[in-house]
């Protein structure tokens, strides 16, 4: 079987968020695969595993990536592809990602492709949904469980904590909710052979694409982070009084009741 | 500039969703003295035109079809992208619910348009309409305005305030035929967790649990209070990890983003993940022993003590005021 993750490198979680000169602040950060994606590749290596083939893992952005795209590998990806797009585009947006992937993807005859359902940076959820379309294959976001027989596929989608099952069939696009697997930690052996896997690094015109084809749709004019919180009130006093001052706060100050 | 702006509503159990009528408000802004056109796709749906209209909008397109009566993308896409062809909309708003994640990414594919997700304000600056929408997991904000094209977004439940109804308003409801053909994935079977009382997305009050709660049982007295202030149960992950709950009720990174009124985290300490689902909650209450908990960090109101005690004490004060309101 013919198998693709899309991953995205992100900030860590526990980052703080600092803003300079009107951007997010990268220097120093943490970065790892988004952990959704994380899911994307667990089960991209179990599928293969299972059933045979080939996975390869594509990332679409700069040559820092790279560190992501060997992880993935060291968990048991086949093969990595990094996208490259510092030198050619200033910006992208949604349309920007999926049309490039979409025009690296759409002669290689992918049975699967697996993606996170949404990156905890940017938090918009389209790219997987937008590739399917321009690959013309079907798809279902938030999965939270695949199970393939030939090319018939029977999947588990979240929906809002309510469960679908849905049957479909290959070539297909998924993305990954949180409980579609336990994606594995990297072992020794995996990263000693990852630096052996083959990575390659392709640029906007490798694909055939200048930066015109994929212009921004929209733009980000600011950046800021929210405004700090007034510190609390704890209340003090007898418990029982305590409870009745929060119910008046929250009725005459607060207004929410 | 004056715009049409077309709003798909979102039907769950015959009823349309409150974030339709929050998306006719978006799209009145967007559309700046235009029309705003409300869509209605699925098998029986045209009885709810009437409450489009009711909340602003100024006229309903309907598609109705046996093969719409549950949401697939492809059905769907059919469905709204026919509604496009027909009006040629100069924008088009859904909800940023699981079916508006779901499809309006397709459709930006198909237009070759951009999209604006998760959007918790909307404003018209300099010339632009201006989209906000947080980032990080809502630990920062970024303002987007489409620069080519389509004004396409999808917004995020309980955030930007719904017109007031007002069932003089009329306007005509007219119904477009199409094909739906051709559907590649096929619903099987719905497993229902999360229906139960109130829609957690929705919800104006949200009493949440974490691993203080200690068991299932221990989210008995949460459910009374909500029961009283008609509110939802969430949980933390901590919760759900230790089995007290489904993973449905889960608020955070990996769980539900929700930005209810009035959040009261009872046990809860406060992880940061957990902090991404629900720190732009209007106020917060926490409710925890540990006087360290970094709940008490971002919570507006806090009493130190013990659930068990707090909460049904808290049930009963409620009770009392919102009798006598």
């Known amino acids: ?257 | 500039m004056s715009r049409k702006v077309l709003v798909l509503g979102e039907v769950r159990d015959q009823s349309l969703r409150n974030v339709t009528f929050e998306a006719i408000a978006a799209a009145k802004q967007a559309a700046e003295g235009g029309e705003v056109v409300g869509l209605l796709i699925g098998d029986s749906v045209s009885a709810l035109s009437g409450e489009l209209i009711h909340f602003g909008a100024d006229r309903v397109l309907t598609v109705e079809h046996d093969l719409l009566k549950q949401y697939t993308s492809d059905g769907f896409s059919q469905a709204l992208m026919a509604a496009v062809d027909a009006e040629s909309p100069d924008g088009i708003i859904l909800g940023h619910t699981a079916l508006g994640k779901d499809l309006a990414p397709k459709i930006a594919a198909k237009l070759q348009s951009g999209l604006i997700s998760d959007v918790t304000q909307i404003e018209e600056a300099g010339g632009n309409i201006v989209f906000t929408r947080p980032i990080y997991s809502g630990k920062a904000f970024e303002k987007k305005i489409v620069t080519d094209g389509l004004i396409f977004a999808t917004i995020r439940p309980n955030n930007i305030a719904p017109l007031e109804k007002d069932e003089t308003r009329s306007g005509e409801t007219s119904a477009l035929s199409v094909d739906i053909k051709d559907l590649r994935s096929i619903i099987k079977e719905v497993v229902r967790k999360a229906s139960e009382g109130v829609d957690l997305s929705e919800a104006k009050v949200v009493i949440a649990g974490g691993r203080g709660v200690k068991s299932e049982d221990g989210f008995e007295p949460l459910k009374e209070l909500a029961q009283v202030l008609n509110g939802a149960i969430g949980a933390s992950r901590g919760a759900c990890d230790a089995e007290y709950c489904d993973y449905s009720l889960q608020i955070g990174q990996t769980g539900k983003v929700v930005t209810p009124d009035l959040y009261i985290a009872c046990g809860i300490s406060g992880a940061i993940q957990h902090l991404a689902g629900m720190s732009n909650s209007k106020v917060i209450v926490a409710i925890n022993k540990d006087p360290e908990a970094n709940i008490f960090k971002v919570a507006d109101y806090g009493i130190v003590g013990d659930l068990f005690e707090v909460v049904p004490m808290l049930t009963e004060e409620f009770k009392k005021i919102l009798v006598n309101a």
């Open chain 1, 1 to 257: 079987m013919n198998i693709y993750v899309l991953l995205k490198r992100t900030f860590d979680t526990e980052e703080k968020i600092t803003i300079s000169s009107g951007k997010i602040n990268e220097d120093g950060a943490e970065f790892i695969i988004n952990p959704y994606d994380e899911y994307a590749v667990e089960e991209a290596i179990q599928v293969r595993d299972a059933h045979g083939g080939e996975v390869t893992v594509v990332s679409v952005g700069s040559e820092e990536g790279e560190k992501q795209l060997r992880t993935a590998l060291a968990m048991g990806a086949d093969k990595a592809v990094l996208i490259n797009t510092e030198d050619d585009l200033e910006e992208g947006d949604q349309f920007t990602t999926s049309k490039i992937l979409a025009e690296y993807l759409k002669d290689k005859e992918a049975d699967l492709i697996l993606a996170g359902n949404v990156a905890i940076d940017g938090g918009s959820g389209q790219v997987g949904p937008r590739v399917a379309d321009l690959l013309d294959i079907p798809y279902i976001t938030t999965i939270t469980k695949l199970e393939i027989d030939g090319t018939n596929v029977s999947v588990v989608r979240d929906v809002e904590g309510d469960s679908e099952v849905i049957e479909t069939s290959l070539p297909l696009l998924v993305t990954a909710q949180q409980g579609l697997n336990e994606p594995r930690y990297p072992s020794l052996p995996g990263i000693m052979k990852a630096k052996k896997k083959p990575l390659d690094e392709l640029e906007l015109d490798d694909l055939d694409l200048d930066e015109d084809d994929v212009e921004p749709k929209t733009k980000t004019i600011e950046v800021y982070l929210p405004p700090k919180k007034e510190a609390g009130r704890i209340l003090e006093g007898e418990l029982q009084d305590q409870v009745k001052e929060l119910v008046q706060l929250l009725h005459n100050e607060a207004k929410v009741v």
